[in-house]
C-alpha cells in the first residue's frame, strides 16, 4: 500500500510564504510524477504545479513566478514553496503521486488527505 503524508499548511498573512512537502511511503519502485492541487470552498478542484522525475515543471498561470515546485527522487518527496499568498489561494491543497510503480506490472495513483492553507487578508 502506498501512502502520501502532506505538511506544511497553516495560516498566514496575505503576502506571506509557507512550504508544503508531501512524501510517499511504501513499496515503491518509482513515481513518474508527482504535483499538488487545490480545492477552495464551493469550487473544483485545480492543478497548481506539477514535476515530473525529469524535473518538468508546469504550474497554473495564478500561481506563476510566486509558486515552486521541486522534488527529492530519492526521497520520494515533493515541495511547494509558496510566496507572496494571496487570500485567494486559501483552499485544501492536496499532494498527487501518479504512475506510482509498485511491482513489474502495477502502477498506481495516489492522493493525499490534503492540508489547508488559510491565507488572511
Known amino acids: 500500500q502506498v501512502q502520501l503524508v502532506e505538511s506544511g499548511g497553516g495560516l498566514v498573512q496575505a503576502g506571506g510564504s509557507l512550504r508544503l512537502s508531501c512524501t510517499a511511503s511504501g513499496s515503491i519502485l518509482s513515481i513518474s510524477a508527482m504535483g499538488w492541487y487545490r480545492q477552495a470552498p464551493g469550487k473544483e478542484r485545480e492543478l497548481v504545479a506539477g514535476?515530473?522525475?525529469?524535473?518538468?515543471?508546469n504550474y497554473a498561470d495564478s500561481v506563476k513566478g510566486r509558486f515552486t515546485i521541486s522534488r527529492d527522487n530519492a526521497k520520494n518527496t515533493v515541495y511547494l514553496q509558496m510566496n507572496s499568498l494571496k487570500p485567494e489561494d486559501t483552499a485544501v491543497y492536496y499532494c498527487?503521486?501518479?504512475?506510482?510503480?509498485?511491482?513489474?506490472?502495477?502502477?498506481?495513483?495516489?492522493w493525499g488527505q490534503g492540508t489547508l492553507v488559510n491565507v488572511s487578508s
Open positions: 498527487n503521486a501518479a504512475g506510482v510503480r509498485v511491482d513489474q506490472y502495477r502502477y498506481l495513483h495516489v
Open positions: 514535476i515530473t522525475t525529469g524535473s518538468s515543471t
